[in-house]
């Protein structure tokens, strides 16, 4: 049976949700009038009334109305766009940590993994998790002696279950958290139990995640995000290497989700000329012909860094996005970086942070406009093309992930010396994987039964189980080097390898258009559509990656 204040409670959240659904409809008394014959909003938001009606009054168990309405928001949130969402109080809190730079915890970022178990992902640089010894992959099975499962219910989402998951990894500064994490062998291939207790502490959060000097006084620094800080640390590592005597630089900015939209911009201010448009940003139309606020233009203030003839080469894959994308599109419309990789992620969309009063130190994280590259296109859904593509597996990514890592892990002082292959001077391993006699008694099965062309398949197959024993070669990184080590001019570099903008970015409608024009030609005239530019363009975008979680 309800208890007695349902009735108050439906009133409340009705008139909540019914309030909020305005707001995001930009549902001022002008325009719902002037939309009032196409569109009755209050008519349409009748059934979440309806439906509340019933919970109150039907379901078995009295209603957390609390519960209630974070569901009601996070569904309506979700119905929007891919990014707009609802943001609860300690999600919130550990968005304002991250973009600061800084946070309380044991400085760990987990995400759940292909087979549903919470991964460590990578471990802070110089933070309490790391100083205790805890790897990229772990497995977190308890915490603080509570299985992990138990602190999820059925119906939540991977996002849900990680914010389950670092709620109670999180705690006071100073305090302790029991970590009991399930580690695979290397050596022996059995999965190990360990125990490991953290001290909470404040960690400092870097974007600048490598800086160093390869061959050739060729700089190098990986960026993971973009927050209020990066550009400052970018500059202090490119004016040290400049004193070292850096001859041209390489941006990494693969497996970068992106961040602050100011962010972008001061980076693209170490690299282009004063004045230099970086991006620009298109909200809705407003009533009345009134500017929306969202619409803006964002432009270099300060001289660069960089000399103009100095080399620039930006690395980037299907990880690449939002504000890492602002900075590959600016360098390359305005010819200042060579793109090398795979296409970018395709997320051309900005977000706006609007707290709300109740529920209390909650807000909604809504898509207010999209922003657009230096070449009038917004690439959202779409991604931008690199100038020079090199392909890379996910299992080489992985591969290389761990050998990255395995590098400065027992010494941090390291950081800046990973392990990138031959390109940063490390020697490979042997390729070729010495076959076990299980191996060569299946493929010997596999051969007989359904002949050589499966055996083949499977002979390929079988080395990439043993692909994160190897040292690989970073190809993606070796290729940038390759590039800046052709020509001594940037200028020549730039005819050799520069394609045409109208090429490399292009909006979701645009690729639409040429794949319908290009079907209808293959249609007319009964020929198969070839070539690899054609390929490139029809290239499906992604899936979005998973947001890690860091605690």
Not at 28 to 52: H, K, L
Not at 272 to 295: I, Q, W
Not at 395 to 408: C, F, N, P
Not at 514 to 531: F, I, P, T, Y
Request: aromatic content about 6%; cysteine-free; overall charge negative.
């Amino acid at each position: 049976m309800p208890n007695r204040n349902a009735k108050f409670e439906f009133v409340a959240l009705f008139t909540f949700l019914l309030a909020l659904t305005l707001i995001l409809s930009n549902g001022f008394v002008s325009r719902i009038s002037a939309q009032a014959e196409q569109t009755d909003v209050y008519q349409e938001v009748e059934p979440i009334g309806d439906v509340v009606a019933k919970i109150l009054s039907e379901h078995v168990y009295d209603p957390d109305m609390n519960r209630l309405v974070q569901g009601a928001l996070f569904g309506l949130m979700s119905s929007l766009d891919r990014h707009s969402s609802f943001i609860p109080a300690e999600a919130l809190q550990g968005m304002r940590e991250d973009t600061k730079g800084e946070f309380e915890g044991i400085g760990v970022t987990i995400k759940i993994n292909d087979a549903g178990e919470v991964m460590v992902f990578s471990p802070v640089t110089n933070s309490p998790a790391q100083e205790a010894g805890l790897h990229p992959f772990d497995i977190i099975t308890k915490i603080d002696g509570i299985p992990v499962g138990d602190l999820w219910t059925p119906a939540m989402s991977d996002d849900e279950k990680l914010k389950a998951t670092a709620e109670k990894i999180k705690g006071q500064r100073g305090s302790f958290v029991q970590l009991s994490i399930r580690r695979k062998n290397t050596e022996t291939g059995v999965d190990e139990a360990l125990e490991f207790s953290v001290k909470r502490a404040k960690v400092p959060l870097e974007s600048v995640k490598e800086a160093r000097l390869l061959d050739d006084g060729i700089g190098y620094a990986r960026i993971s995000d973009f927050k209020d800080n990066t550009a400052s640390d970018l500059k202090k590592s490119l004016q040290e290497m400049l004193d070292q005597g850096m001859k041209a630089f390489i941006l990494d900015l693969r497996w970068n989700p992106g961040g602050l939209l100011t962010a972008s911009k001061e980076v693209s201010e170490l690299f282009l000329p004063r004045r230099s448009l970086v991006t620009y940003t298109k909200g809705r139309e407003m009533v009345e012909g009134k500017a929306n606020p969202e619409d803006m233009e964002l432009r270099t203030e300060s001289r660069p860094i960089l000399p103009m003839e100095y080399p620039i080469i930006i690395l980037v894959n299907q990880d690449t996005a939002s504000s890492s994308e602002i900075v590959t599109g600016a360098l390359q419309y305005h010819q200042r970086a060579i793109v090398v990789g795979e296409k970018t992620y395709g997320k051309g969309s900005v977000q706006t942070i609007i707290p709300l009063r109740n529920p209390e130190n909650t807000a909604l994280r809504l898509t207010t406009a999209l922003y657009y590259t230096p070449a009038d296109v917004t690439i959202d859904e779409q991604g931008i093309f690199p100038d020079v593509e090199v392909p890379f597996s996910d299992d080489e990514e992985v591969a290389l992930a761990r050998q990255m890592y395995r590098s400065y892990a027992d010494d941090p002082g390291k950081l800046n010396k990973q392990n990138h292959g031959t390109v940063s001077g490390d020697p490979l391993s042997e390729e070729v994987v010495e076959q076990t006699e299980e191996e060569k008694r299946v493929l010997a099965e596999v051969e007989r039964l359904f002949g050589a062309e499966p055996r083949e398949l499977l002979y390929r197959a079988i080395p990439k189980k043993v692909l994160h024993d190897r040292t690989i070669d970073d190809v993606q990184l070796k290729k940038a080097v390759e590039i800046i080590q052709s020509d001594a001019v940037w200028t020549r570099i730039l005819e050799k390898y520069h394609r045409d903008v109208r090429e490399t970015q292009l909006s979701a409608e645009a690729v639409a258009k040429l794949k319908k024009d290009a079907d209808s030609s293959a249609a007319s005239d009964g020929s198969h559509v070839d070539g690899a530019a054609t390929e490139e363009v029809l290239h499906e975008a992604p899936a979005e990656p998973a947001a890690p979680v860091t605690n």
